[in-house]
C-alpha cells in the first residue's frame, strides 16, 4: 500500500526525492492549490526556475509530456500525468506583501513564502533563495491584452499530477494560503512518493 502524505490547509512540507522516483501530487477535495519548488539535493544552489521552464518548453501552460527545468539549465522533473491540466507557472508564492498590496489585508496572514521558507530553513535555504514555485492546479488567465485573472481551480475532488525525478531532490509542497486562488476557502494536499519500478 503507499503511504499518502497529508498537508494540512495553509502549511508546507519538504522531503527529499531520487532519481527516478514518482512523485504524485493529490487534491483530495478539489479546487486547492499546492506550489511547488525544487532544488538539486547536491547542490542547493541549482534550484527549479520558471523562466528557463516556459523557455524550453515553449509553452507558458506546463502539463503532461513537459519537464520543468533548472536555473543551470537541467530537466529536474517530467510530467507523466496530469488528470487537470491547469497549473501556473507565472505567479510568485503569495506572501505577506501579497496580502497586503493586492488584499489590503491587515495583520497576521498565513502565506507560501512563510511555509516553503519554513519548511526548507532546516536544509539552510534563505527566503531570498526560494524561486518562483509551479503553482499546481492554479487557475491563471490572461486576455489579449496580458491583463491576469486568478479564478478557482478547475480540478476536482482527486485530481492529481505525477512527477518523474530527473536528479536527486529536494522538493518543497505547499497548500496555498491565498483566497483566491482556491475558490475562496482552503483545504488539505495530498502526496505520495514512489519507486517508479514498484
Known amino acids: 500500500m503507499k503511504a499518502v502524505n497529508l498537508i494540512e490547509k495553509q502549511s508546507g ?6 532519481k527516478g522516483n514518482i ?31 516556459l523557455d524550453f518548453e515553449e509553452s507558458i501552460l506546463l502539463t503532461k509530456g513537459n519537464f520543468l527545468w533548472s536555473n543551470r539549465s537541467n530537466k529536474m522533473v517530467k510530467i507523466i500525468e496530469d488528470t487537470n491540466g491547469r497549473n501556473d507557472f507565472l505567479l510568485a508564492p503569495c506572501s505577506k506583501e501579497t496580502f ?11 502565506s507560501c513564502l512563510e511555509n516553503l521558507h519554513k519548511n526548507l530553513k532546516p536544509f539552510g ?20 491584452n496580458g491583463k491576469i485573472t486568478v479564478l478557482p481551480p478547475t480540478s476536482k475532488a482527486g485530481d492529481y499530477i505525477q512527477f518523474e525525478a530527473q536528479m536527486d531532490l529536494l522538493v518543497c ?8 486562488s482556491n475558490g475562496g476557502s482552503f483545504k488539505t494536499i495530498q502526496y505520495v512518493v514512489e519507486s517508479k519500478h514498484l
Open 13 to 18: 512540507r519538504a522531503f527529499k526525492l531520487n
Open 125 to 144: 535555504i534563505l527566503i531570498d533563495d526560494i524561486p518562483t514555485a509551479f503553482n499546481i492546479f492554479m487557475n491563471v488567465q490572461f486576455d489579449e
Open 100 to 110: 497586503e498590496i493586492m488584499y489590503k489585508f491587515k495583520g497576521y496572514h498565513p
Open 23 to 53: 512523485l504524485t501530487v493529490i487534491d483530495p477535495e478539489g479546487q486547492q492549490v499546492s506550489d511547488m519548488v525544487l532544488f538539486n539535493i547536491n547542490d542547493l544552489n541549482e534550484k527549479l526556475s520558471s523562466g528557463k521552464s
Open 173 to 180: 509542497l505547499t497548500s496555498c494560503s491565498a483566497e483566491d
